[in-house]
């Protein structure tokens, strides 16, 4: 059974840090794409940053561009993202994803990051 087990959120004041990491299982890791979207109280969800499956390729939302790194450890099954410079509006539930293929994907239950002094 495929499962996405998210963690690394919390309460960060504005200018402080965060590493999210995402836990695989049950699906072969290494062949998907991963990504990282966040939903916002009363607002749609949205891409925040998505790297292919070799980590050779990474794509970002612009206003996460800078601040925000994806990564993955294909040994580890784990994929990562590291916010820096983090701002109230990125304040948010932040969901792991994995995808192969239009009809093949895995989501987590999301874990809340909030950005408050």
């Known amino acids: 059974q495929a499962q996405l087990v998210e963690s690394g959120g919390g309460l960060v004041q504005p200018g402080g840090s965060l590493r999210l990491s995402c836990q695989a299982s049950g699906f072969i890791f290494s062949i998907y794409a991963m990504s990282w979207y966040r939903q916002a109280p009363g607002k749609e969800r949205e891409l925040v940053a998505r790297i292919n499956s070799d980590g050779g390729r990474r794509v970002y939302a612009d206003s996460v561009k800078g601040r925000f790194t994806i990564s993955r450890d294909n040994a580890k099954n784990t994929a990562y993202l590291q916010m820096n410079s983090l701002k109230p509006e990125d304040t948010a539930v932040y969901y792991c994803?994995?995808?192969?293929?239009?009809?093949?994907?895995?989501w987590g239950q999301g874990t809340q990051v909030t950005v408050s002094s």
């Open positions: 994803n994995a995808v192969l293929s239009p009809v093949t994907d895995y």
